[in-house]
Antibody, heavy 120, light 110 residues
Framework: EVQLVESGGGLVQPGGSLRLSCAASGFPVSSNYMNWVRQAPGKGLEWLSIIYTGGSTYYADSVKGRFTIARDSSKNTLYLQMNSLRAEDTAVYFC??????????????WGQGTPVTVSS | QSALTQPASVSGSPGQSITISCTATSSDVGGYNFVSWYQHHPGKAPKLMIYDVSSRPSGVSDRFSGSKSGNTASLTISGLQAEDESDYYCSSLTRNNTLLFGGGTKLTVL
């Protein structure tokens, strides 16, 4: 079964760091474009980052320079390293796989989400 | 403010058809040929309904269809059902290889 399971969320102080993990099963993360998306309380979806099969990465302006997307093929896991966290980073964070047949970004498999709260 | 503008809410009765629009207000989205639509029930994972403007993933009901005219993409749901009540988001690839989401539309089935 194709599945994504996020972990690593929690409470962190402003300025702190957190690393989210997204364990994949049923497909290799290295063979698919993989994304991170978040939803802040009462807000809409916000795309954060993507990593291509070749390793290229792209980020939303809101997290560029603070967040880093990466993957470990041996563990079949996607990561999001989040530094210099701010209150506005409080959200539920989702990892998602890109639909292989799509020409543009289109996320067909999603994790259940992991909550991150940035507060003192 | 999102560069993809959606109506905040739409409503319809069971059996009717409704259309949700998504208008690109920024040239960042380029040719606007890579629009996707997601259904999102709060507390659950979003579900891909349409990709590349009008392609439907396997398993998605053919009551859902997508189209585009100029800088406005649309999601049409025909034969509205109670289970369709949800939040819907459009998204588009940008010239910078990033992704933008619309602000979301709350669909109410009356």
């Amino acid at each position: 079964e194709v599945q994504l399971v996020e972990s690593g969320g929690g409470l962190v102080q402003p300025g702190g760091s957190l690393r989210l993990s997204c364990a994949a099963s049923g497909f290799p993360v290295s063979s698919n474009y993989m994304n991170w998306v978040r939803q802040a309380p009462g807000k809409g979806l916000e795309w954060l980052s993507i990593i291509y099969t070749g390793g290229s990465t792209y980020y939303a302006d809101s997290v560029k320079g603070r967040f880093t997307i990466a993957r470990d093929s041996s563990k079949n896991t996607l990561y999001l390293q989040m530094n210099s966290l701010r209150a506005e980073d409080t959200a539920v964070y989702f990892c998602a796989r890109d639909e292989p047949r799509a020409m543009g970004y289109a996320m067909d498999v999603w994790g259940q989400g992991t909550p991150v709260t940035v507060s003192s | 403010q999102s560069a993809l503008t959606q109506p905040a809410s739409v409503s319809g009765s069971p059996g009717q058809s409704i259309t949700i629009s998504c208008t690109a207000t920024s040239s960042d989205v380029g040719g606007y040929n890579f629009v996707s639509w997601y259904q999102h029930h709060p507390g659950k994972a979003p579900k891909l309904m349409i990709y590349d403007v009008s392609s439907r993933p396997s398993g998605v009901s053919d009551r859902f269809s997508g189209s585009k005219s100029g800088n406005t993409a649309s999601l049409t749901i025909s034969g509205l059902q109670a289970e369709d009540e949800s939040d819907y988001y459009c998204s588009s690839l940008t010239r910078n290889n990033t992704l933008l989401f619309g602000g979301g539309t709350k669909l109410t089935v009356l």
